[in-house]
Every structure is written in C-alpha cells, then in structure tokens.
C-alpha cells in the first residue's frame, strides 16, 4: 500500500548535476525522517542525506556542499540535488521513510518504507 518511487537516475560527465524524485503514496504523517542511500558495486550501502519534517538535514562528509536534501510535504516529494557530480558518485540511489522521528539516521534497518532504487552513472 506504501511506496516509494525514485526517479531522475542517469548517467551524466563528472560536474554535471542530477536531481533525484522520490514520491511517497498511501501515507501521510505531520512528523517523519526521509532519506536517501545509495549502494556501489562492492560496497556496503551508506547513507547519503536525510530530512526530518521539522527541516533538520545531514548529509555525509563525502557529499557536503555538493548534494542538498529537500521535501516538499504538500506533494509528499523528496528530492535530492546532485551537484558536482564525480565517478564515485556512481551507485544504486535508494530513497527511504519512516513515520515519526528517530536518531540513527543512517540506519538504513531504522526505515519502514523503501523505494525500487535509481541508478546513477557518472564517467569521468
């Protein structure tokens, strides 16, 4: 009944930019943390950005100043902006929710709800 669907994957030169969508249907709560993590090839998967209804956003060190978390809540969209794309950028985009507010936001096992995954690509 909940879902989650990613869009706005590609692939894109170093420097470019991508925005990535995440959609949420079936629920709607005035609190809840959304984020987005992502998974390449060998790698374990990692927390990217989140957002907390109250406007609280954390990024991780690898993607500050370049990546800017958002959610519009009318349209229950979040939104990822990718600036200054790089090749390790490249990876499976996975958008995520959960209802209420929790601490561990890079937990990924703290996530009720997952989207199908985007994938990214950038060459260098």
């Known amino acids: 009944q909940v879902q989650l669907v990613e869009s706005g994957g590609g692939s894109v030169q170093s420097g470019g930019s991508l925005r990535l969508s995440c959609a949420v249907s079936g629920v709607s709560y005035s609190t809840y943390c959304m984020a987005w993590f992502r998974q390449a090839p060998g790698k374990e998967r990692e927390g990217v950005a989140s957002?907390?209804?109250?406007?609280?956003?954390s990024y991780t060190d690898s993607v500050k100043g370049r990546f800017t978390i958002s959610h519009d809540s009318a349209k229950n969209i979040m939104y990822l902006q990718m600036n200054s794309l790089k090749p390790e950028d490249t990876a499976m985009y996975y958008c995520?929710?959960?209802?209420?507010?929790?601490?561990?936001?890079?937990?990924?096992?703290?996530?009720?709800?997952w989207g199908q995954g985007t994938q990214v690509t950038v060459s260098s």
């Open positions: 995520a929710a959960i209802e209420g507010i929790i601490t561990e936001m890079f937990v990924g096992e703290a996530y009720s709800y």
């Open positions: 957002i907390v209804s109250d406007g609280t956003t």
